[in-house]
Every structure is written in structure tokens, then in C-alpha cells.
């Protein structure tokens, strides 16, 4: 009979795995009821050399009204509803996982990022936003006078 060494971590795998699971299986469609919970959907934001660009999924939305963008003390804020209708009753419903309901997400924009002239698209379920830059926040090299 041969000896198999000591591993500490040897029962870290199957707790991985059994997490894994669990999240990818059962844990999205707790969050489905409107009422309980807020949604976050996620962001990339990029930069040109004029403006930043942030881009966000909201696949669902119907209409521009369902959608809010503010911008106040350099806080970017997305918010709205999505709003899904069912002609499925309650109890023929096996799985829900799609999201409904309120949504928020607020980012902090860089310091040169302009309030004013802010546009944004809608298209294939993703929204964009372009966002100037300031032309005051450029850099500029300070002389350094030695004696």
C-alpha cells in the first residue's frame, strides 16, 4: 500500500466546484422579483483623446422614458425600469433568470470629464455615452526658477 502525501488544500477543490455550481445554476433567479432587489448592470468606460466613453448593457429597454442619465458633482448615475411582459402564467413558469424591474449605477468621473454636451445612444441593447473633456484640465510643464 503506498503512502499519498499530505495536502492541506486537497478539500479546497471540491468546495470550489461546489460553489461554482451553485452560482451558476439557482443563485440568479433569486433576484428576479422587482420589488426586492436593484439591479447593477455592468459598465466599461474608455477614453479618446476628446471624451470617455461609457458603455453599458440594458438589454430590454422599450423606451428612451424607461432610461435616466444624470451627471452631478462628477457622479455619473444611470437609472431606469425594464419592464417585461409575460403572457406566461405564474405556475406554467419553470425558469426565470432574465432580469426586471429598477436598475441603478452611479461611477465617478475623471476630474476633466464635462457636465455639459453629454450624448447618448441606444442600440442592440447597449447604451453609450460619450462625455467631453474639459479643455482647462490640460497639462502644462511649470518652469523652475534655481538660484
Not at 457636465?115 to 502644462?140: C, F, Q, S
Request: glycine share 4%; proline share 5%.
Amino acid at each position: 500500500m503506498a503512502l499519498i502525501p499530505y495536502d492541506p488544500f486537497r478539500h479546497l477543490e471540491s468546495i470550489r466546484r461546489d460553489m461554482n455550481r451553485f452560482f451558476a445554476s439557482d443563485f440568479p433567479s433569486l433576484f428576479t422579483h422587482m420589488d426586492e432587489q436593484h439591479w447593477m448592470p455592468r459598465i466599461d468606460m474608455h477614453e479618446t483623446d476628446n471624451e470617455y466613453v461609457v458603455s453599458c448593457d440594458l438589454p430590454g429597454l422599450e423606451r428612451k422614458e424607461d432610461v435616466h442619465i444624470d451627471v452631478q458633482n462628477n457622479m455619473l448615475t444611470i437609472s431606469g425600469t425594464i419592464q417585461r411582459h409575460h403572457d406566461v402564467k405564474e405556475e406554467q413558469m419553470h425558469r426565470r433568470e432574465r432580469f426586471f424591474g429598477r436598475f441603478q449605477r452611479s461611477i465617478t468621473l475623471p476630474a476633466d470629464a464635462a457636465a455639459e454636451n453629454i450624448r447618448a445612444t441606444y442600440k442592440n441593447g447597449v447604451l453609450d455615452i460619450h462625455i467631453p473633456k474639459t479643455t482647462t484640465g490640460t497639462k502644462k510643464r511649470v518652469d523652475i526658477e534655481f538660484h
